[in-house]
Structure formats: C-alpha cells, structure tokens
C-alpha cells in the first residue's frame, strides 16, 4: 500500500491537524503606499495620465478594498500624479471606507446616475483634459467588463483608452517578501490538508466525501476553507478539471487531489497524484515521466530565462520518453505553468509565445500534467517563486508514487 495512503478516518485526520496562521500578517498600508508609488512611475514611463481599477484583485492589490465585481460600477481611478481616489455607489460609500486601506475621496453615484460621466467628471477635476493637440491616455482594468467599458466608451469626451495591465500586471507579477510569505504559509497549510486527505482514503469512499473533508480540514488549518477542491479516481484522473459525476475509489485506482485556499487573501494550488493500493508498472512508468518533466521545469526556470523556455523544458522532457508531442495525447495537453498571487491564475504563464523573461518575486505553478485518455491523469503541482539566486520552491515536489509525502524518509 502507498505510504500515507489510508489506514485514518476522518476524525483522527482532523485531530492531527492545528491552526497555523499564527503570527501572520497581513499586507501593511505601507506596502499599498509603495504599490501605488511604483504604479505611477511605470505610468509616467509608459505616458498613461490615468488608470481605472475596477472591483475584483486589481483593486485589492493596489487599495486593500475587497469588492467583488457586479453589475454596479465600483472602483479607483488612479493619475500618474496625485492622490487616488474611488468611484462607487453612494449608499456604498460606508462600505468601502470600511474596506479601504488607503485612504481616498469617495466619489458616488446614485442608482438613477451614470457612473460613467462620473469618471469624465473626476478626471476632469484631476486635470486630465482632452485638447486639440492631444488625447490624455486611461488605462483600463483588463477586468472591467465590456458593457462598462462600452459605457465608457460612448459618452468619450476624447480620451485615448489603453490596457492597464502595462501597469497593473507589471507591478503585481514582482512579488513583494510579504506577499511570498503569506503564499507560503498557504501553501504549506494546503499540503497539510493532502496528507490528511490522503489518510482518510479507503475502498468505496466518494470523491465527495473527500471533498467535504477536504473544506473541513482547511478550516482546521485555519484557513475559512478550500477556494476549489477537485477529487478524480481512476478514468476520471485523465480530464485536468474534473468531470460532472461523483466517483468511487476502487483498488489500483489513480487519485488526483488539487485544492488551496487563501491566507490574508493570497493562494495556494497544490496537486498531489498517487495509486490506492499497488502501482502498476504502467502507472508507475507515467508517474516517473511527470516527475522527470517537473524537475526539467525547474531546472529551466533560470532568471532572464523567457518564459516560454520553461514549458519547452517539460515538453521536451515528456516527448524523450515517447508523449506528445506539442499537446497530442497521450501527453501534456496544457500550458506548464501559471503565475499565481490573489489570482490562482496570473500572468506571466509558462507557455510558448510567452516571451516575458523570468525576474525576482515572479511566482508560478509548475504543473505539466500527463493525460492517457480511458486509463488515467498524473498531475503533479506544486509552485515556485524567482528569488535573486534563481528558483525557489514553495513546497518540496513529491518524492515517489510509493511514498508521495515523503513520510517514509
């Protein structure tokens, strides 16, 4: 039998696990005063006189205000010079200097009021006017949605609009120390919680139900619960997220497990995959080739190094042992990788035509999953961050299908 695999019911599992966020904290309003600082140099480089954030993480990431995104306009417009400021409903406004960490004028719209013109009006008193001899340039909350942004767009009193995320994603894929260390509690609190999920296996278990422990076992750890959860048995493990029907675990099944959950609203994502019972050789052969196509990953993941660079060192791991190629299956179907901070999936992703190069508090997964379809799927993930001596791993990758843990060392 697989080490760590089995032999605990629930209740023991869930006794042997313990709250640990003590001693975290999370994102200081110096920090947000820094983001906001570095945002505007970048738009004054890029000649962006503006930017609008809308509700959602690029919000949080520059604000502190959490706000998930709706029909009703909520957001910040932020000038390559000067003080930002916020746009939201006016029976809002208490709301949202509850939530906020920097502090700003809040300027409201009541529901019978366009929140559109609203915008022209602030960036009108913030002095960003359009003339004959030019066309201020507004940067756009890749996030906003198009209904908004053609509100925007119709009543344009002659504004040049560009994708912020010249601004927003730049700043946010160069992870700070305290965003890695909230990621890696979350991860290593994720981890926990697979091998308590692991424990709990037994013959005829539901992928439901191990689901359910699964929530419960993240808020043990003191997490409020799993942000996602995918359990697959057997044939099921082949489809990368999951299918529509519960399974049931059967011997000589594969098990894919991929959960995270959010500390001080930064993630985790992390999958372990192993055999309930004995590996087959055939088993045991695609695990080795997922491991071997990680490690190529990592190796490759040098700073400078372009992205697109990573996912070509899994690739050609997986087609030297006879997958593939490109995404033909029996093979990897997926990119190698993606970046990951209040987002689970961010930019910059390890994936051909990505070209970004690699550079410090970059963070990503590292994932490139094996699919035989009709048998099983072998996924193996867990994340790394670009540190000044090169990568660095959050967790440990899974050391063998017989031990996936590693408790047997």
Same mark, same amino acid.
């Given at each position: ?87 939201? /409903? ?277 994932? /490139? ?27 440990? /990758? ?12």
């Amino acid at each position: 039998m697989t080490i760590g695999v089995g032999g605990s019911t629930p209740q023991e599992a869930l006794a042997r696990l313990h709250n640990m966020t003590d001693g975290l904290e999370p994102i200081a309003h110096a920090e947000y005063q820094a983001r906001i600082g570095r945002a505007q140099v970048r738009m004054r480089e890029l000649g962006i006189d503006a930017i609008l954030l809308s509700a959602g993480s690029n919000l949080e990431y520059f604000t502190g205000v959490r706000w998930n995104p709706s029909e009703r306009l909520v957001g910040a417009l932020l000038p390559a010079n000067g003080a930002l400021e916020y746009i939201a /409903p006016v029976f809002e406004e208490g709301t949202i200097r509850d939530f906020m960490v920097v502090q700003g004028a809040v300027n409201g719209w009541q529901e019978h009021e366009s929140p559109y013109r609203l915008v022209f009006d602030c960036l009108l008193r913030m002095g960003i006017r359009p003339n004959v001899h030019a066309r201020p340039r507004i940067g756009v909350c890749p996030a906003l949605p198009f209904f908004m942004f053609d509100g925007l767009r119709q009543l344009d009193p002659g504004y040049a609009f560009v994708d912020a995320a010249s601004v927003s994603g730049y700043c946010r894929q160069r992870k700070s120390s305290s965003e890695i260390a909230l990621m890696q509690r979350a991860k290593l609190m994720t981890l926990e919680v697979q091998k308590a999920a692991a424990s709990i296996l037994r013959e005829g278990i539901s992928t439901q139900e191990v689901v359910e422990f699964i929530q419960r076992a993240h808020r043990a750890v003191g997490a409020t619960g799993s942000v996602f959860c995918i359990v697959l048995f057997g044939e099921a493990s082949a489809f990368p997220h999951g299918v529509s029907y519960t399974q049931r675990l059967k011997r000589g099944d594969m098990v894919l497990i991929d959960t995270g959950c959010r500390v001080h609203s930064y993630l985790s994502d992390i999958t372990r995959s192993y055999v309930f019972g004995e590996p087959s050789e055939h088993q045991r052969a695609i695990w080795g080739f997922e491991r071997e196509a990680q490690l190529a990953a990592f190796a490759a993941a040098q700073l400078g190094t372009p992205c697109e660079q990573v996912d070509e060192a899994a690739r050609s791991s997986l087609e030297a042992c006879g997958l593939g190629p490109d995404y033909q299956l029996p093979g990897l179907p997926h990119r190698t990788g993606h970046g990951i901070g209040l987002d689970i999936h961010e930019g910059p992703y390890l994936v051909r035509g990505d070209h970004t190069p690699l550079d410090v508090g970059m963070c990503f997964s590292n994932e /490139p999953m094996i699919c035989v379809p009709g048998e099983f799927g072998v996924r193996l993930e867990d994340h790394f961050y670009m540190s000044e001596r090169g990568p660095c791993w959050f967790t440990e /990758p899974s050391p063998s299908i017989d031990d996936p843990f590693g408790l047997g060392r």
